[in-house]
């Protein structure tokens, strides 16, 4: 081998090494680069599924959120009927009593009683309707009536007056327990 010979190979080594640090290069570059790519495309997935997870939990605070207000607006929409029949209810049961006293009044013991039967009818089918103080009245009522006609003879007469004023003392109790609030002068005037 010449020194020509030793230093074209030398030279060809040169030359294969360069090319081999240059393939080296390119392809640490193109991983590195996938590398990156990979990373990039990983944090992106892990993004969408945070998502998801997020709009999920969304979802489901909206879907609860929707039954609970639902509920809610059934639940009122129950309460303004039952005002309504409240209110009816009281009404009749003043009306009861108006014509009980009447009744009484006008010492009409056999149309008293079956007023009475009436009232008691219509207790048994309204009372859920009634406040706690207005089914006591009610009964309260009732009590007054018979008391006024059994055992008349034996009566004094502040006996009659107390129980005439306990009758009486039960319709105030129907009004109070529907007391509505007064109107204004301005709703008056936005009625018109």
Not at 29 to 54: C, H, Q, S
Not at 166 to 191: K, M, S, T, W, Y
Request: proline share 2%; net charge negative; with cysteine.
């Amino acid at each position: 081998m010449t020194p020509e010979d030793i230093q074209a190979m030398a030279k060809g080594l040169a030359e294969g090494q360069a090319l081999w640090y240059l393939l080296s290069a390119i392809i640490g570059g193109a991983i590195t680069g996938f590398g990156a790519y990979l990373a990039e495309k990983g944090k992106n997935r892990a993004t969408k599924e945070d998502i998801a997870v997020i709009t999920h939990e969304v979802e489901k605070v909206r879907d609860e959120f929707g039954r609970g207000l639902e509920d809610l607006k059934a639940h009122h929409q129950l309460r303004m009927v039952a005002a309504e029949r409240r209110l009816q209810a009281h009404q009749e049961a003043y009306t009861h009593w108006q014509n009980l006293v009447s009744a009484i009044l006008q010492l009409e013991k056999h149309q008293t009683f079956q007023l009475a039967s009436e009232a008691k009818t219509w207790y048994v089918k309204n009372c859920i309707y009634l406040t706690q103080t207005s089914r006591q009245a009610f009964v309260k009522t009732w009590e007054c009536v018979y008391a006024y006609y059994i055992h008349t003879p034996s009566r004094t007469a502040e006996e009659f007056i107390q129980i005439t004023h306990d009758l009486n003392a039960q319709g105030n109790v129907f009004l109070r327990e529907v007391d509505l609030p007064e109107l204004r002068a301005i709703d008056l005037l936005q009625n018109r």
